[in-house]
């Protein structure tokens, strides 16, 4: 046998798997060969027939789509590719895992070997990975800040950009490829309806029946007339106190001199003294429009249970008394609530405190606050009630037109 005249073993272009330089098509991808073409081309470190090069539009899109998921593929990806071609001794799989920590060391790779290859585009190396960390640690944010991690695709353009530059000088016998696999598509449609669906989360209208969360508008936050229509549990609110509340909530949420001016609204001062009532109309806005800068959603069913609430919480705040009090001796603090000239409800006391006020040459005198709940708000929502605290000795009383409160 003829040792010499026996075909040799080359690499498919295609491929890349190993075929005989005599074949006309290859074994494994059926492609048409060219066997002048065959023994000429070197072997390449892709088998799917195509440049490393990716195009540009491509990359956002599967990185955008796959909300960021993608940008660990390409990480792997690109050191495979790097690795294979410039026979490095690395792990792609634990520098992808390790994105944050690997990424200035990609960027810079990427900056030289484009640079060798004499791409005049330049870029910073640390400014991109400050830049790439910085908006990938943003995911850690509560909602709706957290999505502004999505924009991390933004500094690896510019990677891919060189990355793009080398590739096509360093694979000049391979074409670019441009159409999207089966996979890709797949990931671009789930990802598409995930993102619409997002979107619908959060710009839906308002609605009693559907929504699982609060749409918010701008609307005043003054108290309104009450309606004695279509109420929610055993008294007064309506689908359109649940409106007004759902503006207030966002009126309110995360802005301190808006809920003062809640607690403002609600307060009622009487010489030095003040007391500050809430009802269960805004016990409910200002508890929501604190858990929402918690970044904590709630549900219309959610409101209805928490104005269903016959309670008026009140706090009587700076009453002076002689002697100081506390949680511990509640037998001599007292919270009644007078209304229909004789009826009475009497309140459960929460919390007593008192601070020293100043000094007589004897005594101290001292102010005192009492925390008291009144559970009867569906029996007084449009009365005039008095509202009496007593420590030891000493009584403070406020009267107030509950029809001027929401």
């Excluded at 799917?48 to 955008?64: D, R, T």
């Excluded at 598409?192 to 609060?214: K, M, V």
């Excluded at 249970?305 to 511990?328: G, V």
């Excluded at 459960?348 to 004897?362: I, P």
């Amino acid at each position: 046998m003829d040792i010499q005249n026996q075909p040799t073993t080359i690499k498919c272009p295609f491929c890349a798997e190993d075929i005989l330089s005599n074949e006309i098509n290859c074994r494994h991808c059926g492609e048409l060969l060219n066997k002048q073409a065959t023994e000429s081309i070197p072997s390449v470190p892709t088998k799917q027939g195509f440049s490393n090069a990716q195009p540009v539009w491509q990359f956002v899109i599967l990185s955008i789509l796959s909300f960021g998921l993608y940008e660990i593929y390409w990480f792997y990806k690109n050191w495979k590719s790097i690795k294979e071609h410039e026979k490095l001794d690395i792990s792609p799989f634990w520098r992808a895992f390790f994105t944050v920590i690997f990424a200035y060391s990609l960027f810079e790779k990427v900056r030289v070997l484009a640079k060798e290859k004499g791409s005049t585009e330049n870029f910073s190396s640390a400014l991109l990975t400050v830049i790439f960390v910085a908006l990938t640690l943003l995911s850690r944010l509560p909602e709706p800040y957290m999505w502004i991690s999505i924009f991390s695709v933004g500094p690896l353009i510019f990677v891919q950009k060189a990355l793009n530059y080398y590739w096509q000088q360093e694979q000049t016998h391979l074409q670019t490829r441009t159409k999207l696999s089966r996979n890709e598509i797949v990931l671009i449609i789930i990802g598409g309806i995930i993102l619409i669906l997002i979107l619908i989360f959060y710009i839906q209208p308002f609605d009693e029946d559907t929504s699982t969360a609060i749409k918010f508008t701008n609307v005043d936050l003054s108290p309104s007339s009450k309606q004695e229509t279509q109420h929610y549990g055993s008294y007064i609110y309506n689908q359109e106190d649940i409106n007004d509340l759902d503006a207030d909530v966002r009126l309110l949420a995360g802005d301190t001199e808006m809920q003062n001016l809640l607690f403002e609204r609600y307060s009622i001062p009487k010489g030095t003294t003040r007391l500050v009532m809430f009802t269960p109309y805004a016990n409910t806005v200002i508890s929501i429009a604190r858990e929402n800068e918690k970044n904590n959603y709630y549900s219309i069913s959610d409101i209805k249970t928490m104005l269903n609430y016959d309670s008026i919480y009140t706090t009587a705040n700076n009453l002076p008394t002689s002697e100081p009090y506390s949680i511990q001796n509640l037998t001599d603090i007292d919270a009644l609530l007078e209304y229909d000239g004789g009826k009475t409800c009497r309140g459960s006391v929460d919390t007593v405190t008192s601070k020293n006020n100043e000094y007589d040459g004897t005594n101290w005198d001292y102010e005192t606050s009492i925390s008291a709940t009144f559970n009867c708000y569906s029996e007084v929502y449009l009365k005039e009630v008095k509202y009496i605290y007593t420590a030891g000795n000493s009584e403070f009383s406020y009267i107030v037109d509950m029809s001027k409160y929401k």
